[in-house]
């Protein structure tokens, strides 16, 4: 199986932004040095295995996710977990609207 450090530097920038994170946040909450995530982003660094897994606690993700392009929530068991991966990403007002949408939906009668 063949890695594509592109797409990984893609993916990666992908959820750090929808998660609105700069680089240099990653950077910190990761404990990687300066620019690495950037050099990373852009393929120019191949992170270890070590580098991946710290980065996908901070972008609250799986490894399957970054490396393969796999999204864990296509299956039906995984709906709550993805649910759950975008509403973190919202705005604080858009978390409350998303709640309360989700309050009216298992109030329905269907």
Do not use: F, H
Not at 16 to 40: C, F, H, P, W
Not at 65 to 81: D, F, M, Q, T
């Amino acid at each position: 199986m063949y890695t594509d450090y592109k797409e990984l530097g893609r993916r990666i920038a992908r959820r750090r932004k929808q998660l609105g994170l700069t680089q240099s946040k990653v950077n910190e909450m990761a404990g990687l040095s300066d620019k690495y995530l950037s050099n990373i982003e852009r393929a120019v660094s191949v992170p270890s295995i070590d580098v991946i897994m710290k980065l996908c606690a901070v972008l609250k993700t799986t490894p399957d996710e970054l490396l393969l392009g796999a999204v864990s929530g296509e299956g039906i068991g995984n709906i709550g977990r993805v649910a759950a991966m975008k509403v973190e990403a919202l705005s604080r007002e858009k978390q409350l609207l998303a709640l309360s949408l989700l309050d009216w939906i298992s109030e329905q009668k269907i």
